[in-house]
């Protein structure tokens, strides 16, 4: 094609452009193609309160119930007593953005400290903590219809210790998270559906200082992973218990997981709710890596790197797609979706925040569900630490769409389709070729003036 053609076109595209709605132009509107992963739309969600500069944190999603997702997590609020407090959240974002606080002031007591950390798929179970004193685990019944905390329950520590925490919880209730003592030694604990009383999960030989059970997949395996720090090189280790048969309350000793480096830390973070995945983070070969685990085999799969020193995966689906982080710098991080077994950038797949990726960045992916929603935070270019408090975010798959003269697949026909058509002019075939909107197998003025005709 000429060069005064060309200019031609692009002429006529800018005078387009001119009448027409601004619309983003970045990256982050190219069509994924074949196994690619989706786009997605962000939804923010709101604080406590409103005017908190302090903002929020996201920690789980459920999977949809007939209300919508359930979020958990904590949120900012100085308008209630006690003053400076952090407040253990839910959200319904398809009833509102604003939060429940999930407990009251007189059940808070004087603590400051408060969160959320987790919501089973069925949305029914969120566990967390208060450091009202002693700290403990805590383990709310939840109504996703109506918003309503139907009972608090207070989990104990194991004996001889002075704290607990909740940190994971399945559809039936079972909660998984840790028990302190005063020396600061954890111990990995599991509480049954109902009951508060914790239950030790053994540790092989070799471990000491932080035993972690972080989550937990559906019964009936119920099988629960975290880290387990060793005597020896790497000195932590991932780790996954498994029920033992004598009951249904009974877990054997705890297995170490697989590593890809036998002298790298690695971590396990999470698990996929059919229990068939354990994920977190690792290193190969001495650079960092987000890892997987086949919990039948223990065998340990690098599942994606993006860059830097740190890529680590938070949470899987029953369809093995994970989400996370990758460090870019000490205070600078990026929310990833594993896919595949490769690493995306988030921030490259929002279609309808034309400010991510440019001035606003997702830093941090902490949960997905079955649908591929995914919860995490975004803000600024730094971010501090991961799961520092900022704003925070809910993002949905956009659905695949044929839309005659969509080129970019985001479901309109707009200045993104005539740009992406002037871009593959004269490179297609071979096909498949999105920008042949007219199908006649060349890329020319045919299929600019098809996307012309279909606009909107």
Known sequence: M??????????????????????????????????????????????????????????????????????????????????????????????????????????????SVNRAQDVSPNGEYIVGYSNMAPPRGKRWTFNPATGAVTNVQTLNMLA????????????????????LTDSSTTRGAMWAPGNDTAILLTSPAGSGGFRLAREISEEPDAYIVGRCDMSSTPTTRPIIWKKSGGGPDTYGLGQLLDLLSPMEVHDAVGISPDGTQAVGLGALGGAATGVGWNTTTNDATSIGTLCCSQNVVYDINHESVGVGYVGLAFDVFRAVLFWNGQAYDLNERIVNVPQIGDSLFLHVA???????????????????????????????????????????????????????????????????????????????????????????
Not at 61 to 82: H, R, W, Y
């Open 2 to 111: 000429h060069t005064t053609c060309t200019n031609r076109i692009r002429t006529t595209v800018a005078a387009i452009v001119s009448i027409s709605m601004a619309w983003p132009t970045s990256s982050a509107l190219a069509r994924p193609g074949g196994d690619e992963p989706p786009m997605y739309t962000l939804l923010e969600l709101g604080h406590l309160d409103p005017g908190s500069q302090a903002g929020s944190v996201l920690y789980g999603i459920s999977d949809p119930t007939a209300a919508g997702t359930v979020v958990v997590g904590e949120s900012f609020n100085f308008l209630q007593a006690p003053t400076l407090s952090w407040r253990a959240t839910a959200w319904r974002p398809d009833v509102s953005l604003i939060p429940v606080d999930l407990l009251t002031p007189a059940q808070a007591g004087n603590s």
């Open 160 to 179: 001889g210790d002075g704290a607990s925490e909740a940190v994971g919880v399945n559809s039936a209730g079972r909660a998984v998270g840790y028990s």
């Open 366 to 456: 902490t949960g997905i569900n079955s649908e591929g929603q995914i919860v995490g935070k975004f803000g600024g270019f730094a971010s501090g630490e991961p799961l520092s408090p900022g704003r925070i975010f809910i993002l949905t798959p956009v659905p695949e769409q044929n839309v005659p003269g969509d080129v970019n697949g985001d479901g309109v026909v707009n200045i993104a389709d005539l740009l992406a058509v002037i871009s593959a002019w004269g490179q297609c075939p071979p096909a498949p070729c999105p920008a042949d909107v007219n199908n006649d197998g060349f890329v020319n003025i045919g299929d600019l003036l098809f996307v012309i005709s279909s606009w909107g």
